[in-house]
């Protein structure tokens, strides 16, 4: 050990992390006091990795943190997650974001500050790569002066923050790819305003709990957009056809427009949603290049409406993973199996039930007549504590159908999945 160059030390003590090991560690000898001075890259502060920080007051744990920022002189990732404090004092918070911002590429930070410290002001101009920000206010984005040429990526967790300024945050970052917001106070100029986003370098985009009448997006490299939980009156993508994934989780929208130029989606997953198929197929009915159709917990608008299993295999041939879950209708079984198309390169296939009964088993079977090339089929279902005489029955005669299916397609592997 005591050959090992002080760079190579510094690199041991990055990849530990945790302040308290680094601490720890670095006491080993002079040469790694030296290595954790003038060499140690990242420095993470988090309530989980070391219990004794809930016990700290507040006063103590930011002298604690103070001391051990200082002790460096170098640091590119600073961490400081402590989900037990309340707030941190706006003086220590702005002299560790001070001593660190000329070398600083990553910053992750969740502790209210009292009062409210202007985080981008003292990162801004600076080498800053990554920032992942929560409980926290961003007020008077100035972009003339808060430039960031080298962030990639931003997280806005539990952050206010006004439409306007989050624009001007965007525009203000030229090298900016990956955006997420989760659960943020927006506050709009007026109850009926549009927010509008825009940036020609952005190619993914998280978005999760968020409640708007009016959200447009322009990003014209776009490669990945997912939408969670959210509420929306109006949402809009505005791009030059570069979207390969789209996922829509337990949104509620009434107007939902990804453009017309989505030739280039390879991933479509769309769960707890209600959509109108046709019109909704018409959106992705160009994606050629489809790979992998997700499906799950859907609500169709029109009680007749259905997914056409025909239309799918004649405009997705390249799809190689299908995923259905939805409420089977007896009338309409059968329009949802016509046709003859083949899902020749469909290899995993996944349905589900919330409610079974026998028509499940029918369609079933109407899809792997489907599969010629099938390799894995995955059958998800809800089985509830209490069934009645009736269910019980429904649930075996299912079984007993199944393992006659499957001495027809021995070559395929099956896998149940019960909740």
């Known amino acids: 050990m005591e050959h090992l160059p002080v760079e ?17 560690a670095s006491a080993t000898c002079r040469k790694w006091r030296e290595a954790c001075r003038n060499h140690l890259q990242n420095l993470s502060f988090n309530s989980i990795d070391w219990p004794v920080y809930r ?18 002189t170098g640091l590119q990732c600073l961490s400081i997650f402590m989900d037990d404090v309340d707030e941190f004092s706006a003086a220590p918070v702005i002299a560790w974001l001070m001593y660190t911002r000329e070398s600083l590429r990553q910053l992750f930070y969740n502790v209210r500050t009292t009062p409210n410290v202007n985080i981008l002001e003292k990162c801004g101009r600076q080498k800053l790569e990554v920032l992942a920000l929560a409980h926290n206010s961003i007020t008077g984005v100035e972009p003339s002066y808060q430039k960031f040429p080298c962030l990639k990526s931003i997280c806005l967790s539990f952050v206010s923050i006004s439409a306007l300024d989050l624009s001007l945050l965007l525009s203000a970052c030229p090298k ?30 998280y978005v999760e709990a968020i409640s708007l009448d009016k959200f447009m997006l322009e990003a014209d490299s776009l490669e990945s957009l997912h939408i969670k ?15 390969k994934h789209l996922k829509i989780d337990d949104v509620s929208v009434i107007h939902l427009d990804i453009g017309e130029s989505t030739e280039n989606l390879e991933v479509v997953d769309v769960s707890n949603f ?47 993973h299908l995923s259905l879950s939805y409420d089977l209708r007896d009338g309409l079984l059968h329009y949802g199996l016509q046709g003859s198309s083949q899902l020749q390169n469909v290899a995993v296939l996944e349905l589900g039930w919330t409610l079974i009964t026998d028509i499940f088993s029918h369609w079933v079977g109407g899809l792997l ?51």
């Open 274 to 320: 209600t959509i109108m198929w046709p019109k909704f197929y018409q959106m992705i009915s160009k994606s050629s290049r489809l790979k992998r159709l997700r499906l799950w917990s859907v609500v169709f608008d029109d009680d007749d409406e259905v997914v056409d299993v025909e239309t799918i295999a004649v405009c997705f041939p390249r799809l190689s």
């Open 229 to 243: 939980d959210c509420t929306l009156e109006f949402f809009e993508l505005i791009g030059k056809g570069t979207l």
């Open 176 to 205: 900016i790819e990956s955006l997420a917001l989760v659960s943020p106070e927006i506050v709009m100029s007026d109850a009926t305003a549009t927010m509008e986003l825009t940036s020609p370098t952005l190619k993914d985009v």
């Open 369 to 419: 007549d489907r599969c010629p090339n099938l390799k894995k089929l995955v059958i998800h279902g809800v089985v509830s504590e209490t069934k009645n005489h009736e269910e019980c029955q429904t649930l075996a005669n299912f079984t007993s159908y199944i393992v006659r299916l499957m001495r027809k397609y021995i070559h395929v592997e099956v896998q149940f999945e019960y909740e």
């Open 55 to 72: 016990d700290l007051t507040t006063s103590r744990l930011e002298i604690l943190i103070t001391q051990t920022i200082f002790q460096t």
């Open 8 to 24: 190579v030390i510094g690199n041991i003590l990055s990849r530990l992390g945790a302040a308290r090991d680094v601490v720890i």
